[in-house]
C-alpha cells in the first residue's frame, strides 16, 4: 500500500479568501503608515452618527407599523362587536318583541289606537 502524503493544493493558495483579496485592494496599512489620520476623524464621526439615526429611524418606523397593525385588528373587532350588538338592539326593540317581553310581566297591548287630546283656549 501507498503511504500518506502531504499535498498542497495549489488551486486554493491563488483563490485566497475573501477578506484577503479586500486587504489587498484597499490598502489601509498605507493609511494608518503614519498614525491615526485626524484630518477624516470628523467625516468619519458625521457618517457614524448618521448610521446610527437611521438605524434608529428604521427600528421606530418598524415599530410604529407593528403598532398600526394591531391597532387595525383591533378596530375590525370591535366594529364587528359594534355591528352585532346593533342588529340584536334593532331585533329586540321591535314591537312585536316588545310586546313578547312586557307581556311576562302581565301587561297587554292596547288594541285601540291612540287619541289625541286637544284643549281648547278660553
Not at 13 to 40: N, Q, T, W
Not at 68 to 77: G, P
Amino acid at each position: 500500500m501507498a503511504t500518506n502524503t502531504f499535498r498542497i493544493n495549489e488551486g486554493a493558495s491563488r483563490k485566497g479568501s475573501i477578506f484577503s483579496r479586500l486587504e489587498s485592494l484597499v490598502r489601509l496599512d498605507a493609511v494608518f503608515e503614519h498614525g491615526l489620520p485626524v484630518k477624516y476623524l470628523p467625516h468619519i464621526l458625521f457618517v457614524t452618527a448618521i448610521g446610527i439615526f437611521y438605524i434608529g429611524n428604521s427600528h421606530y418606523a418598524e415599530k410604529n407599523i407593528r403598532k398600526i397593525d394591531r391597532l387595525k385588528s383591533e378596530v375590525e373587532d370591535l366594529r364587528a362587536d359594534y355591528t352585532t350588538l346593533k342588529a340584536d338592539y334593532m331585533y329586540a326593540s321591535k314591537q312585536s318583541e316588545v310586546a313578547k317581553n312586557v307581556r311576562k310581566l302581565g301587561i297587554k297591548e292596547s288594541l285601540q289606537p291612540p287619541e289625541k287630546i286637544v284643549i281648547k283656549n278660553k
